[in-house]
């Protein structure tokens, strides 16, 4: 936004930047060798549903696209719950980070071209320590800004409170692979993530 | 956003409000007194009046929340408030500002600070109270709206001229008091008196100017609220919450709130809002006119 329009009153709303999403597979093998951190094998999309079209109409419509067979059970599966704070999640539960990766993106392009861009909050991949990792990987987020671009570690210990040395640890760790967030009043915290 | 202003109008201020505005107005008065006594140019009384509107500017936060006795939490202290703004400023791409609470049963909120990184939002304790954590979440988007249009720096710019044309009218009165004794002819107790008369103008017209302004950047507020969380109507029931309660909380509370509504959500005293005479002396619109924006941007989103 700029300085006229914002001193004109005119906020425009901010479109989502999507395709920073994609530096995070590439990213995989740093989390895995060095932080000793893995795949929860969940991803989860968050999103503001504005007024207008029913968001069911919306759910259908991308687990349609994203061809998900109810009957074969090795697809990824998708769901969508409600936070306490009234935002939207489209949860995709698979094995494989790169499939997590594409099928969030999707999610987010759907999204995108049904105008509700500006709505798109973050999207958040749950990270478990390596069947062989050492006790220092602890379990956590990346969580991606949309708005941003960028991403930032969350490591909840409790129901409200953070592990910000293990944040920090992953940040040094996977910081060069990913488009990191520098500014860590944005890292903000995401309690009672339903996933 | 227009404090100053206010705070001259002196009416009913609580002891939080007159320990502010009275340094103010004492400041202005001596100094303006003695530097007309002792012949200084008039273009460094400007100066130095700039000076203080400057530095009302740049400590808008903390003299806001200390008028308004709000105090800055932590996010263990109120998590869903926290939790609220995050999020808020994370759609909108905007740095989170401080996050303070007012410990009165007042329901409002307001925005302040020099600029987003040093903005403060706060949130009375009435308000939430009585708003469903929705409405407040629409509440918040409207004032970090007012944050990210800088308001506070609009405001105060705009309503500088008026203030300069108020303190030329002092300053002319003044040196006509302290000179009349002294000298000979009529010609500079004239040119005096034109001066005070084109400042009295300026000073009301400014005024007018300046709270027009002031309901423009509400509605605008409204707008960009509305269309960040997507929901207007949700904004639009809130402020029907809000102004409904405002009516029925005693009048003597309100008008000690009276000279910090151009920082409100809504209005402490909205009374004769029918008159048009009292929409043009309003710091915001009528809830009439706000509601019906909400309704037609809601009306966009759902044909969109």
């Not at chain 1, 479109?15 to 893995?38: I, M, R």
Request: hydrophobic share 50%; with cysteine; proline share 5%.
């Amino acid at each position: 936004m700029g300085l006229l329009d914002s001193i004109l009153g005119r906020t425009k709303a901010v479109a989502p930047k999507l395709d920073a999403l994609f530096s995070l597979p590439s990213a995989a093998v740093t989390l895995e060798v060095q932080a000793g951190l893995v795949t929860s094998g969940r991803a989860g999309v968050c999103w503001k549903p504005p007024a207008g079209q029913a968001p069911a109409d919306v759910q259908a419509e991308i687990s349609a696209l994203l061809d998900l067979g109810e009957g074969d059970a090795d697809a990824p599966s998708l769901r969508s719950v409600e936070d306490d704070l009234g935002f939207r999640w489209l949860i995709v539960e698979g094995a494989d980070l790169d499939d997590l990766v594409t099928q969030a993106h999707q999610a987010n392009t759907l999204l995108t071209e049904a105008g509700w861009g500006p709505q798109l909050l973050c999207s958040v991949f749950g990270l478990r320590p390596a069947p062989d990792a050492d006790a220092s990987a602890k379990a956590g987020y990346l969580v991606y800004l949309f708005k941003r671009g960028t991403f930032y570690p969350f490591c909840p210990t409790g129901p409200a409170s953070r592990d910000n040395e293990a944040e920090l640890r992953l940040k040094s760790t996977v910081g060069a692979d990913l488009p990191f967030e520098p500014d860590l009043s944005r890292w903000m915290a995401l309690w009672c993530l339903p996933l | 956003m227009g404090y100053a202003k206010h705070i001259e109008s002196d009416r009913g201020l609580t002891a939080r409000m007159f320990v502010t505005g009275l340094f103010l107005v004492i400041l202005w008065a001596i100094l303006g007194a003695v530097l007309a006594a002792v012949g200084v140019g008039i273009g460094l009384i400007v100066v130095i009046e700039l000076a203080v509107i400057f530095g009302q500017y740049w400590f808008s936060d903390k003299i806001a929340l200390f008028g308004m006795g709000g105090r800055l939490v932590t996010p263990e202290e109120e998590p869903t408030l926290h939790a609220m703004v995050d999020r808020l400023c994370a759609l909108a791409d905007m740095p989170k500002p401080r996050v303070a609470v007012a410990e009165t049963d007042m329901p409002n909120a307001f925005a302040t600070g020099r600029s987003p990184k040093a903005a403060v939002v706060c949130a009375t304790r009435g308000i939430m109270r009585r708003l469903s954590d929705e409405e407040l979440e629409a509440v918040l988007a409207h004032e970090i709206s007012h944050v990210a249009h800088r308001d506070v720096a609009v405001m105060t710019i705009a309503s500088s001229v008026g203030m300069l044309a108020g303190l030329l009218t002092r300053v002319a009165m003044w040196s006509s008091i302290f000179t009349s004794d002294s000298n000979d002819n009529g010609g500079g107790a004239l040119a005096e008196l034109a001066i005070m008369l084109v400042s009295i103008v300026v000073y009301a017209l400014s005024f007018l100017l300046t709270m027009a302004l002031s309901r423009y950047r509400e509605l605008a507020a409204d707008r960009s609220g509305a269309i960040l969380i997507g929901r207007p109507a949700l904004l639009a029931s809130a402020l029907v919450k809000i102004t409904g309660e405002m009516s029925r909380i005693p009048t003597k509370d309100l008008r000690k709130a009276e000279a910090f509504n151009a920082f409100f959500f809504t209005p402490a005293i909205n009374g004769k809002s029918g008159t048009s005479i009292g929409n043009l002396f309003s710091t915001h619109p009528t809830i009439e006119k706000r509601l019906a924006q909400l309704d037609e941007l809601e009306r966009q989103l759902n044909a969109g």
